[in-house]
């Protein structure tokens, strides 16, 4: 039997309202009449993909036949020839009795935190406009929060922000306390919500239908509404790669607040960032006019300069007159010294098609392959890994597929900070019953939910991934069938892995030989497991080896392929998956096509119309090495900040400044920007469209949402002006002519046209036609590789590049925090995300804190052998003593003046995660 006989065969037919119906297997009396389009009154259920519901406020209740009560109908299930009737005088008068005990307890309308709440619409719609009953004695506001208001005056606790944060974000901070008429919502421990444990995803503000629970901007100081949006835009996140479908609600071009849509990759979901992380597109920093170098201003390493007051540095100019003076620069040192003198970041940050526009430019009017983004600096060696292993540097399965999951394993990533709407799916999991398993030198949020916590020494990856295979193939845990079907070079890693037993690696890694022992069978004995890792994987010099590893447990066990399985790196930026897709990448063309193949090479030279440069182009580090051997001489970086971002960044900022011509095309005057001769204001994304590519494969439309500033322009058309200054015949005029081109380059795009992406908002590649969704897990049947297998890459124990010794003898590690993205650069220009996390901190034990004398908040002082700074300490239980963290995203206390700019050999990724370092107290 067909699936779908088989969903009929499971129907219940029933009589709603005198019309026979049918309802889905498991649908609800409410789910089957909405379907029909019979509406049923509702405040404590959600339709919303994740709530489940409770019955509680009884606005949705229904008169059954023959029964003596009637029947909440979020929660009933209709059962076969039940009559239903959902508009009877009994129940429309039950219904309407609900709404007046709760208009009773509620503010006046003419005062209510949100007058058109979704409380109130129903409250019209029942007939209910006043109360008979008695007001109950009403809690106090709470503002201590900066994005959200609390007014538990209007709360009808129908515990939906509960659900929204226990069982939805899984969050655990909102609970019900007290009992019968003094029963309340509370936080944590009744604190006040911005003292408590909260997260600031606004999941409980989206769910709440009476307005107790708001976003800050819609209320004044006496927490009275204010005003409500005059349009919608529907668009995605442009923060993390997890790419969460959302819609902006503006005012007067203005963006107030932010809602979660039903995407595919977030169903509704949203993190703080992506919340409450707008308003930097208004910010009085930002860059409204063109500008060049002031005559007789040098460029100085150590120079500081106010980005609020760029014109100690700069004069304004006609962007006539900058763009002339941008493209005269790069081609003039073009001509003088051949493309090889010239290099460009793109970014990440903006759309495939500007990311594609971009790598063209460079290659087409630069004449050289020196371009570059920061992909070099998260999973480049992740990329390496999976090419050779798989034929792919895309992730196999997306990480919804933790819903299928048995096992979990989560390494080297902190996903509660750095992709929160993923980690949602990963603890939604483990409240099904799957097994987590996390591997991390520091501990984490997501320990508490985890089955196993395996907080190794840091650097000893290998160590440990060894050790796990050797079990898995000692013990013949391994899939042999799969194996002897679909890989190759077994042989050599099983003679390999005889090498790392538990017993011998222990002492190494940190982490007992029957815990090794013990993850290794839970995961290789598994029906379905995947894996999923981050920067903590990759950012080392043996970060190609880290991911073989994982890659070689992933094929090794056949847990690759099916539903619950799979490799997937989590993906650090917004589109750093499409912008490597796009050929952002300096020894691949699009979709990851050599350079030095003649056959891939002749195909763009007749798409481009232009010879193309044969050799592999510089990486990120190395150009910086490169200026300073003055092989380069002149850059065009587009919203990249390397001189924040890079390792060792006083290296990098020495080598900006000492650029013989530097244009920068950016929304704020950035740390790189003040090196510039010229600065072109660019766009935010919410004032551009094109399509980005999230860490799922999925492409996904971005609609510009709000008008540009001043006279600041899309990026992607100035980088044609650029292109066609230098002398390049580019006649697009939309994006949508762009991506008519990335088709043509780009076998991964077939089957995606714009008007579909237009159309669905989101499409997941490989797709197999125009009139089917794409395919979510990937290399079910084989591998894009010569031979059709998967490749067992055998590897060895290689030490951190820098080990601490008796002058530094702790391990400084770096990354990002919740509240701010990256280098800051828009995070720290968000007023709710700069509140949150306002000042520089280091994390550290605290024993490492009382051993130094230290208290949390002191000032303390992190020094490697490339430089110093100074911040302040906190105390932090999940950091092992020995170890120190630092966020690398504030500009006053830049992480990376102290990172290590030592190469992993084959990714060219640096060391971030790893370097020797000392803490004193200053």
């Known amino acids: 039997m067909s699936d779908g006989s088989s969903v009929m065969s499971d129907a219940v037919k029933f009589f709603l309202d005198g019309v026979e119906v049918e309802a889905l297997p498991g649908e609800t009396i409410w789910q089957a009449a909405q379907r029909r389009g019979t509406e049923i009154p509702h405040?404590?259920?959600?339709?919303?993909?994740?709530?489940?519901?409770?019955?509680?406020?009884?606005?949705?209740?229904?008169?059954?036949?023959?029964?003596?009560?009637?029947?909440?109908?979020?929660?009933?299930?209709?059962?076969?020839?039940?009559?239903?009737?959902?508009?009877?005088?009994?129940?429309?008068?039950?219904?309407?009795?609900?709404?007046?005990?709760?208009?009773?307890d509620q503010p006046e309308r003419e005062t209510a935190h949100d007058p058109d709440s979704r409380f109130w619409r129903w409250a019209d719609r029942v007939g209910v406009e006043e109360s008979r009953f008695p007001a109950r004695a009403q809690p106090e506001p709470d503002r201590s929060h900066p994005a959200m208001a609390v007014n538990l005056d209007a709360c009808i606790q129908c515990n939906l922000c509960v659900r929204a944060c226990r069982e939805v974000q899984v969050n655990d901070v909102i609970g019900m306390a007290g009992r019968g008429h003094g029963e309340k919502i509370v936080f944590d421990f009744d604190d006040p919500m911005g003292d408590s444990t909260c997260v600031a995803c606004g999941e409980c503000v989206q769910a709440c239908p009476t307005g107790a629970l708001m976003p800050a901007t819609l209320v004044d100081e006496h927490n009275v509404f204010t005003t409500r949006p005059d349009r919608t835009v529907d668009s995605v996140c442009p923060y993390c790669g997890v790419g969460c479908q959302l819609t902006y609600n503006i005012k007067d071009d203005k963006l107030l607040y932010v809602d979660g849509r039903n995407g595919p990759s977030n169903q509704n979901r949203l993190c703080v960032k992506?919340?409450?992380?707008?308003?930097?597109?208004?910010?009085?920093?930002?860059?409204?006019?063109?500008?060049?170098?002031?005559?007789?201003?040098?460029?100085?390493?150590?120079?500081?300069?106010?980005?609020?007051?760029?014109l100690t540095h700069f004069r304004k100019a006609s962007w006539d007159e900058a763009l002339g003076r941008a493209a005269q620069g790069l081609k003039r040192i073009r001509d003088q010294h051949g493309g090889k003198g010239l290099a460009g970041f793109g970014s990440a940050k903006g759309s495939n098609e500007e990311a594609y526009l971009f790598q063209k430019l460079v290659r087409t009017g630069f004449g050289t392959n020196n371009v570059d983004h920061c992909t070099r600096l998260c999973h480049a060696s992740s990329v390496a890994a999976l090419m050779e292993g798989i034929g792919s540097g895309a992730v196999t399965a997306p990480f919804m597929a933790a819903k299928d999951a048995d096992v979990i394993i989560v390494i080297g990533a902190n996903p509660t900070e750095n992709h929160p709407v993923a980690a949602t799916f990963f603890k939604n999991a483990v409240k099904r019953g799957a097994t987590l398993i996390v591997m991390?030198?520091?501990?984490?949020?997501?320990?508490?939910?985890?089955?196993?916590?395996?907080?190794?020494?840091?650097?000893?990856?290998?160590?440990?991934?060894?050790?796990?295979?050797?079990?898995?193939?000692?013990e013949s845990l391994h899939d042999k069938q799969y194996v002897q079907a679909h890989t190759e070079d077994f042989e050599k890693l099983a003679e390999n892995v005889k090498d790392f037993p538990p017993e011998k690696m222990a002492p190494i890694c940190g982490v007992d030989a029957d815990t090794l022992r013990l993850v290794a069978r839970t995961y290789a004995r598994?029906?379905?497991?995947?894996?999923?890792?981050?920067?903590g994987i990759s950012q080392h010099v043996h970060g190609t080896d880290n991911s073989r590893r994982l890659i070689s447990l992933a094929l090794v066990t056949g847990q690759i392929g099916r539903p619950g399985t799979g490799l997937h790196p989590l993906r650090g930026q917004n589109n750093v998956q499409g912008a490597s897709d796009a050929g952002l990448i300096p020894m691949v063309f699009p979709d990851y096509q050599s350079v030095e193949d003649p056959k891939v090479r002749g195909f763009f030279e007749k798409l481009?119309?232009?010879?193309?440069?044969?050799?592999?182009?510089?990486?990120?580090v190395e150009i910086m090495n490169a200026v300073h051997e003055d092989v380069i001489r002149g850059m065009y970086i587009m919203g990249e900040n390397p001189a924040m971002s890079d390792p060792d960044v006083q290296h990098a900022r020495e080598a900006l400044a000492k650029l013989e011509h530097l244009v920068v095309q950016d929304i704020f005057l950035t740390e790189t920007a003040r090196y510039a001769d010229v600065v072109l204001p660019a766009s935010a994304w919410p004032e551009k469209t094109g399509t980005v590519s999230n860490t799922n494969?999925?492409?996904?439309?971005?609609?510009?949402?709000?008008?540009?500033?001043?006279?600041?322009?899309?990026?992607?058309?100035?980088?044609?002006?650029?292109?066609?200054?230098?002398?390049?015949?580019?006649?697009?005029?939309?994006?949508?002519?762009?991506?008519?081109?990335?088709?043509?380059?780009?076998?991964?795009?077939?089957?995606?046209?714009?008007?579909r992406l237009e159309r669905e908002s989101s499409v997941t590649y490989p797709c197999d036609a125009e009139d089917k969704p794409g395919n979510d897990i990937v290399f079910g049947d084989g591998f894009p590789t010569p031979s059709g297998r998967g490749k067992l890459v055998p590897v060895q124990l290689v030490p951190p590049a820098e080990e601490p010794d008796a002058q530094y003898p702790m391990v400084l590690t770096t990354g990002r925090q919740l509240e701010h993205w990256h280098t800051g650069a828009m995070t720290r220009r968000s007023s709710v995300l700069d509140d949150l996390e306002p000042e520089a901190v280091a994390s550290l034990s605290p024993s490492d804190l009382?051993?130094?004398g230290v208290k949390a908040g002191d000032m303390i002082r992190v020094a490697t052998r490339r430089g110093a700074i100074e911040l302040k300490a906190r105390a932090d239980g999940a950091i092992p003593p020995g170890m120190v963290f630092i966020p690398f995203c504030f500009a006053e206390a830049a992480a990376n003046i102290l990172t290590n700019p030592q190469l992993d050999p084959i990714g060219k990724i640096p060391e971030f995660k790893f370097c020797a370092a000392k803490v004193e107290a200053v």
């Not at 390049?728 to 046209?753: C, G, Q």
Request: aromatic letters at 8%.
């Open 274 to 310: 992506g919340r409450f992380g707008f308003d930097y597109v208004g910010h009085p920093d930002r860059l409204t006019v063109p500008l060049i170098r002031k005559d007789g201003v040098p460029k100085n390493a150590h120079d500081e300069l106010d980005p609020a007051n760029p």
């Open 850 to 852: 009382r051993r130094m």
């Open 526 to 535: 598994a029906e379905a497991a995947i894996i999923f890792w981050g920067m």
């Open 440 to 474: 991390d030198p520091r501990g984490q949020t997501l320990k508490r939910h985890a089955t196993h916590m395996l907080q190794f020494k840091p650097g000893r990856d290998v160590a440990l991934l060894s050790a796990m295979l050797n079990v898995i193939i000692s």
């Open 608 to 620: 481009w119309g232009t010879t193309l440069d044969p050799t592999r182009g510089l990486t990120v």
């Open 697 to 755: 494969r999925q492409v996904q439309m971005g609609r510009k949402a709000l008008p540009l500033p001043g006279q600041a322009r899309e990026d992607w058309a100035i980088t044609i002006d650029i292109a066609k200054r230098m002398g390049l015949d580019w006649k697009y005029s939309h994006p949508r002519d762009v991506f008519a081109e990335m088709k043509l380059a780009m076998p991964s795009l077939n089957n995606i046209t714009w008007e």
């Open 43 to 104: 405040l404590c259920y959600s339709p919303a993909p994740g709530y489940r519901p409770d019955g509680n406020c009884r606005a949705c209740m229904v008169e059954i036949e023959g029964e003596r009560v009637l029947a909440a109908s979020c929660i009933r299930k209709p059962a076969a020839g039940m009559k239903v009737r959902t508009a009877s005088e009994r129940a429309k008068f039950s219904r309407k009795m609900v709404f007046e005990l709760l208009v009773g």
